[in-house]
């Protein structure tokens, strides 16, 4: 294999230069560009408290998609769904700062909408947003706030429209431009059907972005204007792409099978939906196995789009009913039928602050990180630098995280936040207690060794004044505000 290597970079290089010269086609026509600018805002936090990732001031660009209810379409990662943000602040095109407040964050897709004040910004149309299908080779315009800058656009070519990136699955195009960071957020602009088509969410930072086809924010919008919470449904599938030659040879699947999907679907890239992993206790364990295959569900043929797979699902679980799937497994096709479950009840809707250390119950993409299961749900990812907690607990080498489930404080036992805030006067009270607790991490041995090791753990624990009060952080989803109390 290694001789055939120069030919495979030569046609890497060959590939590359065809879509980089192909964007230099691309229109931007400085009158269309004026006409986007002021549809494109820059979105900066604060974070106080965060259940897992940094504390720390962050910025994402952000871009208006309904004037008249003020709606700014961003990334579920620009508003920071899982920390506590005490205020968002957008700066639009004219450089005028508003206040926002964050109406909805996806718990999969990689999207949020945020509203503010748009009445007198001077625009009188909406953008469009397309939910036609995007091919190959689609010429497009990014329309940002790279690096935080003022304004910022590049030229790009769709590469590959049926991609599936993020902590969860979700369906994602693959662009290919020259990519700084600070776009997150960001349009992507069809030029030959004037639509928005996409939003970025992330890159390699240097020749590819992808983006989330912009029917998963048409979704969230039509239920926004109707009054409605957003619903978010799903399987708890962790589902990839697995190429068909690799699926005939290891997994039985028919060449018939094959030929008749590659006809069917040739911006597949010969490549099919398989399940990766499966989330445990969600409603696909025990039902789906990993390697299975999706064709079907409730009687629809899903070809590559996960998106279409996600919406039908998200359908059939408003209303209440079972998706029915067709899969092939091991080269035999099978009917399964699953319960999806509302993915919005697993989002991290409260902390509480303790000594130093943040506790909060698992959501989606810890669960997946970690592989938790059972009754067991609070977990420690961070801890404040210089308290008891990050000095005993098994934190990732030269930071202040971990990701440690809670089955002990003290003498009492630990399955909800609830169960925490009840055991912490007491905890207050006597200064010293012990924890017990599972390392879904890593630990660095005395022979500088990875540990894995999952076994109860017990650890002793220090608490003094000096460490803070105990606090409990909760979203109020009607007001859209953390609300604080302490803990006595």
């Given at each position: 294999?290694?001789?055939?290597?120069?030919?495979?970079?030569?046609?890497?290089?060959?590939?590359?230069?065809?879509?980089?010269?192909?964007?230099?086609?691309?229109d931007?026509?400085?009158?269309?560009?004026?006409k986007?600018?002021?549809?494109?805002?820059?979105?900066?936090?604060?974070?106080?408290?965060?259940?897992?990732?940094?504390?720390?001031?962050?910025?994402g660009?952000?871009?208006?998609?309904?004037?008249?209810?003020?709606?700014?379409?961003?990334?579920?990662?620009v508003?920071?769904?899982?920390?506590?943000?005490?205020?968002?602040?957008?700066?639009?095109?004219?450089?005028?700062?508003?206040?926002?407040?964050?109406?909805?964050?996806?718990?999969?897709a990689?999207?949020?909408?945020?509203?503010?004040?748009?009445?007198?910004?001077?625009?009188?149309?909406?953008?469009?947003?397309?939910?036609?299908?995007?091919?190959?080779?689609?010429?497009?315009?990014?329309?940002?706030?790279?690096?935080?800058?003022h304004?910022?656009?590049?030229?790009?070519?769709?590469?590959?429209?049926?991609?599936?990136?993020?902590?969860?699955?979700?369906?994602?195009?693959?662009?290919?431009?020259?990519?700084?960071?600070?776009?997150?957020?960001?349009?992507?602009?069809?030029?030959?059907?004037?639509?928005?088509?996409g939003?970025?969410?992330?890159s390699?930072?240097?020749?590819?972005?992808?983006?989330?086809?912009?029917?998963?924010?048409?979704?969230?919008l039509?239920?926004?204007?109707?009054?409605?919470?957003?619903?978010?449904?799903?399987?708890?599938?962790?589902?990839?792409?697995?190429?068909?030659s690799?699926?005939?040879?290891?997994?039985?699947?028919?060449?018939?099978?094959?030929?008749d999907?590659?006809?069917?679907?040739?911006?597949?890239?010969?490549?099919?939906?398989k399940?990766?992993?499966?989330?445990?206790?969600?409603?696909?364990?025990?039902?789906?196995?990993?390697?299975?295959?999706?064709?079907?569900?409730?009687?629809?043929?899903?070809?590559?789009?996960?998106?279409?797979?996600?919406?039908?699902?998200?359908e059939?679980?408003?209303?209440?009913?079972?998706?029915?799937?067709?899969?092939?497994?091991?080269g035999?096709?099978?009917?399964?039928?699953?319960?999806?479950?509302?993915?919005?009840?697993?989002?991290?809707?409260?902390?509480?602050?303790?000594?130093?250390?943040?506790?909060?119950?698992?959501?989606?993409?810890?669960?997946?990180?970690?592989?938790?299961?059972?009754?067991?749900?609070?977990?420690?990812?961070?801890?404040?630098?210089?308290?008891?907690?990050?000095?005993?607990?098994?934190?990732?080498?030269?930071?202040?995280?971990?990701?440690?489930?809670?089955?002990?404080?003290?003498?009492y036992?630990?399955?909800?936040?609830?169960?925490?805030?009840?055991?912490?006067?007491?905890?207050?009270?006597?200064?010293?207690?012990?924890?017990?607790?599972?390392?879904?991490?890593?630990?660095?041995?005395y022979?500088?060794?990875?540990?894995?090791n999952?076994?109860?753990?017990?650890?002793?624990?220090?608490?003094?004044?000096?460490?803070?009060?105990?606090?409990?952080?909760?979203?109020?989803k009607?007001?859209?505000?953390?609300?604080?109390?302490?803990?006595?």
């Amino acid at each position: 294999m290694q001789v055939f290597s120069p030919v495979v970079k030569l046609m890497n290089l060959i590939f590359i230069s065809f879509v980089f010269s192909s964007s230099l086609f691309c229109d931007t026509n400085p009158k269309l560009l004026a006409k986007l600018q002021p549809y494109v805002v820059s979105i900066k936090s604060r974070s106080i408290v965060a259940a897992y990732g940094d504390v720390s001031p962050s910025a994402g660009t952000g871009f208006i998609v309904d004037v008249k209810n003020g709606y700014i379409f961003s990334n579920a990662h620009v508003a920071a769904g899982n920390k506590v943000i005490p205020e968002y602040t957008a700066t639009l095109s004219s450089g005028k700062e508003i206040t926002l407040k964050l109406i909805y964050s996806d718990p999969a897709a990689d999207i949020a909408v945020f509203q503010g004040d748009l009445k007198d910004i001077g625009l009188k149309d909406d953008l469009h947003l397309s939910c036609d299908p995007v091919h190959t080779g689609t010429n497009v315009l990014i329309i940002g706030k790279n690096e935080n800058r003022h304004f910022s656009t590049q030229t790009g070519v769709v590469a590959n429209p049926n991609e599936i990136e993020g902590h969860l699955p979700q369906h994602a195009m693959r662009i290919s431009l020259n990519m700084q960071g600070g776009g997150s957020g960001s349009m992507v602009y069809d030029v030959s059907s004037g639509k928005v088509i996409g939003i970025i969410f992330a890159s390699n930072m240097s020749t590819s972005a992808f983006a989330l086809p912009i029917t998963y924010g048409v979704d969230i919008l039509k239920a926004l204007k109707a009054g409605q919470e957003p619903k978010k449904f799903g399987l708890g599938a962790i589902l990839g792409y697995c190429s068909l030659s690799d699926l005939i040879k290891y997994y039985n699947l028919s060449e018939d099978i094959a030929k008749d999907y590659a006809k069917k679907y040739p911006d597949s890239f010969f490549r099919m939906l398989k399940v990766q992993s499966i989330l445990p206790d969600s409603p696909a364990e025990g039902i789906l196995e990993v390697g299975d295959c999706v064709l079907e569900v409730d009687g629809n043929e899903i070809g590559p789009d996960l998106y279409k797979l996600d919406k039908i699902v998200n359908e059939l679980g408003t209303s209440g009913k079972k998706a029915e799937l067709l899969v092939v497994r091991y080269g035999e096709k099978i009917k399964l039928s699953i319960a999806p479950y509302n993915m919005n009840e697993h989002q991290v809707s409260r902390m509480v602050v303790f000594g130093g250390a943040t506790f909060f119950e698992a959501d989606d993409v810890m669960i997946r990180r970690s592989g938790l299961k059972g009754k067991n749900r609070v977990l420690i990812t961070n801890a404040r630098l210089g308290s008891s907690f990050i000095e005993k607990l098994p934190m990732f080498p030269g930071t202040n995280h971990a990701l440690i489930c809670v089955e002990k404080l003290g003498n009492y036992d630990i399955f909800t936040l609830d169960d925490v805030i009840k055991a912490i006067p007491t905890l207050i009270k006597n200064g010293r207690f012990t924890i017990a607790f599972r390392n879904y991490g890593i630990k660095i041995g005395y022979d500088e060794k990875v540990i894995f090791n999952q076994g109860r753990l017990l650890e002793e624990i220090n608490v003094f004044e000096h460490d803070g009060s105990a606090e409990e952080f909760r979203f109020d989803k009607t007001s859209h505000d953390w609300t604080v109390n302490r803990i006595q």
